[in-house]
C-alpha cells in the first residue's frame, strides 16, 4: 500500500519560512512526477510546485522565487522550502505522486492518484 507522509507544517510570522516534507513508502524513483498542493478553508484545492523524473520544476506564479521543490531519492523524500511567507500561503498542504503527468497537468489536483493525508501551514501576520 502506497503511504506519503507530510510532515514540517507549523505556524510562522510573515516573511518567515518552513521546510515541508514528504516521505513515501515505497522507493521514490517509482514515480513519474510528485507535487505539493494546497486547499485554504473555502477554497478549491490548487497546485504549488511539481516535479519529474527528470528534475524539471514547474511552479505556481503565486509561488515563484519563494518556494522550492526538490526530492532526494536515497531519502524516499520530497521536499518544500518556502521563503518568504506570506497570510495568504496559509493553508493544508498535502503531497501527491504519480507515474505518469504530462506537462500541462503537473499543478492539476485531478492529474494525481496518490495522496497524503496534509500538514498545516499558518502564517500570521
Known amino acids: 500500500q502506497v503511504q506519503l507522509v507530510e510532515s514540517g507544517g507549523g505556524s510562522v510570522q510573515s516573511g518567515g519560512s518552513l521546510r515541508l516534507s514528504c516521505v513515501t513508502s515505497g522507493d521514490i524513483e517509482r514515480w513519474g512526477c510528485m507535487a505539493w498542493f494546497r486547499q485554504a478553508p473555502g477554497k478549491e484545492r490548487e497546485g504549488v510546485a511539481a516535479i519529474d523524473s527528470a528534475g524539471i520544476t514547474r511552479y505556481a506564479d503565486s509561488v515563484l522565487g519563494r518556494f522550492t521543490i526538490s526530492q532526494v531519492n536515497a531519502e524516499k523524500t520530497l521536499y518544500l522550502q518556502m521563503d518568504s511567507l506570506e497570510p495568504e500561503d496559509t493553508a493544508i498542504y498535502y503531497c501527491?505522486?504519480?507515474?505518469?503527468?504530462?506537462?500541462?497537468?503537473?499543478?492539476?489536483?485531478?492529474?494525481?492518484?496518490?495522496w497524503g493525508l496534509g500538514t498545516q501551514v499558518t502564517v500570521t501576520s
Open positions: 501527491a505522486a504519480e507515474s505518469f503527468v504530462s506537462w500541462w497537468g503537473l499543478l492539476r489536483p485531478s492529474s494525481f492518484g496518490f
